[in-house]
């Protein structure tokens, strides 16, 4: 599959004959000309599999024939001239439903998803043509899958938004916009020139921006000075998800729903966030209600059919992993409910009364947990614990760890869990334990020990004793800032998984041949190089996503190397869970290792590019925290 650019000339006369576009103005044409980029295929090859990741967009047939096959490889259609594919998934920001193949050569034109939206919005003939073409497609589809549709969740904004608005002209007085805002009961007001759109008056841009100076501005002044002009705006069918993602990349608070520049609709972040927030009650409400480990267990076993909703409703999929690891915890935090009551009616004894923390570490205290977490769990006792409630946790503890792994989380294979003694100590202990890895990381297993223990989080039991630990924490590697370096050059031992011909490195022998673990290749690494720049600089964000933002608006990392980063964990991310939901449908062994070679071409250029990214992350901040350039 090979990229070209466009040339706007040449492409005026190459889409003449193409009727989905023949209405376009030369502006708009001139919109796709630079956002679209020519697709060079040869004969049999694939533009996309099934299952496969959507491509943010889609293809427009310039020239040559494209042949949808579904999984049984049967013809459904052939694409021609004009024909568009992958309209299905644009609409329901799905994995592909069938397997698009070219006919001998073949030359498409992709256009980007947000230039789709521009033209829906802009230009009522293409509107009308796209949705015709669309439903052709989806009655194709539903005869022949009628499940195709439940994958649409992906719900246009225009859903939610809140109508009619309150709009005011650009120049009324402040104090008079303020009075509506007052009386309305709302906390922003679209502001219109001649009906249009011209920007957004905040109730906290008048406390920050209008209060402290308003014996300069006055009562009288008018509403333009305080107005917002960069604002996001959207047309109603753009997805909620990507509103949301629009709106923080910009940071907004308010995102302006519009047709012909007309404000429709307004949605702010909050509205969002609900929203978002009530999808995860939703997977965690029947959970809390689960009164055996069976009903848990089966919970676990069907984990993977959330994950597969929720990708399918999603900009993207390490956005997911939250969600995930929710539903996770609300199934451990159950299994502990059960356990706790079952240890009561046994001993007598409410383990709940004793001070200390179960905490949780690695991936789950990250809230990065896929479809196969393993226990990675500890105790911190108080350090006036006797040694009688001592020996009651430690017989809790071991009681937990086989309910849970009867649920579907197995044992830690580096023994990072309650029923090691290494894992179960108290305050004063952990801070010497932590201290000696610190000090001497090479010994005793401290490389792979740290890389989990120092993400933690308090599972249940007392705040305090997990905050004090973490605080110490910071203060011990502030004292030997070499241990990060230590660390990091640790992970250079996992050297990058192509050649320098481009070929995948993969597993030789054994069961995984011919496969490749992306954890310590990549998602390791990329958790490794961002906690050291946290632990550095004392920050408290614990999601890997979220501490790259936390560095970004500190200026440690640059935009430039947040984006790049993102962008490169997120490919690993969607590859590897779209394996483990496909493998958990079929029953096999849900792991972190892929086959590269069952990967699509558009998605072999990924991995590559992205774990390129990766490896030049670690060796980068290698060389910033031993103090070079």
């Known amino acids: 599959m090979l990229k070209s650019e466009i040339n706007f000339s040449d492409f005026l006369d190459t889409v003449k004959d193409i009727k989905i576009l023949n209405e376009l103005g030369e502006k708009l044409l001139k919109s796709i000309a630079d956002s679209a ?87 009522e003939a293409f509107s009308k043509y796209f949705y015709s073409v669309v439903n052709d497609r989806l009655h194709l589809f539903q005869n022949k899958d009628n499940s195709f549709s439940k994958s649409f969740t992906y719900k246009p904004v225009g859903n939610y938004m809140t109508f009619p608005v309150i709009t005011v002209e650009k120049d009324i007085p402040i104090i008079e916009a303020s009075k509506i805002m007052s009386s309305n009961k709302v906390g922003s007001l679209i502001v219109t020139d001649n009906e249009n759109v011209s920007g957004i008056l905040t109730a906290k841009s008048l406390v920050h921006n209008f209060l402290p100076n308003a014996d300069r501005y006055g009562l009288n002044a008018k509403i333009c000075d ?42 702010s972040n909050k509205d969002i966030l609900k929203i978002l927030y009530n999808s995860i009650n939703i997977y965690t409400s029947h959970i809390e209600s689960s009164e055996s480990l069976d009903e848990l267990r089966n919970s676990y076993l069907n984990l993977y059919k959330v994950a597969d909703e929720l990708i399918e409703s999603s900009r993207m999929t390490a956005d997911v992993l939250p969600i995930i690891s929710s539903v996770h915890l609300a199934i451990q935090k159950q299994v502990h409910k059960i356990t706790t009551q079952e240890f009561y009616k046994k001993s007598g004894i409410n383990v709940c009364d004793i001070k200390h923390a179960l905490i949780i570490m690695g991936s789950g205290a990250r809230k990065e947990m896929m479809l196969d977490p393993d226990q990675d769990n500890g105790f911190i006792f108080d350090d006036d614990i006797t040694q009688t409630e001592k020996s009651i946790l430690k017989d809790f503890g071991k009681k937990l760890v086989e309910n849970l792994d009867y649920v579907g989380y197995k044992k830690c294979p580096g023994n990072v869990m309650v029923t090691n003694p290494n894992m179960s100590k108290t305050l004063r202990e952990w801070k010497k334990s932590i201290a000696e890895i610190v000090n001497d990381p090479s010994s005793g297993g401290g490389f792979l020990r740290s890389s989990i223990v120092f993400d933690m989080d308090t599972f249940c039991g007392h705040d305090s004793l997990v905050w004090e630990l973490k605080e110490f924490i910071f203060d011990i590697i502030a004292e030997k800032p070499i241990f990060l370096i230590q660390f990091l050059e640790n992970d250079t031992n996992f050297k990058s998984p192509v050649s320098l011909f481009g070929k995948f490195i993969v597993e030789k022998e054994g069961e995984n041949k011919d496969k490749l673990n992306l954890k310590p290749y990549a998602l390791s690494i990329v958790v490794d190089v961002t906690r050291a720049y946290t632990l550095a600089k004392k920050l408290s964000s614990l999601n890997t996503m979220e ?67 990766i490896t030049k992350y670690l060796n980068n901040s290698l060389k910033y925290f031993k103090g070079h350039p």
Do not use: C, W
């Not at 923080?248 to 302006?256: D, I, L, P, S, T």
């Not at 608006?553 to 690993?572: C, F, N, P, Q, W």
């Open 547 to 613: 501490r790259l933002k936390h560095l970004e608006r500190k200026h440690i990392l640059s935009d430039e190397t947040v984006g790049k980063v993102s962008k490169a964990y997120e490919v690993v991310v969607d590859i590897v869970l779209r394996n483990q939901i496909k493998s958990a449908k079929k029953g096999e062994k849900v792991n972190k290792y892929i086959n590269p070679e069952s990967l699509s071409t558009y998605n072999q250029n990924r991995l590559k590019n992205a774990l390129n990214t």
């Open 226 to 267: 305080f107005v917002d002009k960069d604002i996001v705006k959207v047309p109603k069918e753009y997805p909620l998800v990507e509103v949301l993602a629009e709106m923080q990349a910009r940071n907004k608070e308010y995102g302006v729903i519009v047709k012909n520049e007309k404000p429709i609709g307004i949605i």
């Open 37 to 123: 980029n020519y697709i060079n295929l040869t004969e049999g090859e694939i533009l996309f599999n099934k299952a496969e990741s959507y491509h943010k967009g889609i293809y427009l047939i310039i020239n040559g024939e494209i042949r949808l096959i579904d999984e049984a490889g049967k013809i459904l259609e052939i694409l021609g001239k004009g024909g568009l594919a992958g309209l299905t998934t644009f609409l329901g920001k799905s994995s592909y439903v069938v397997t698009g193949v070219s006919v001998g050569q073949s030359t498409l034109l992709f256009i980007p998803e947000i230039t789709i939206y521009k033209l829906i919005n802009e230009s």
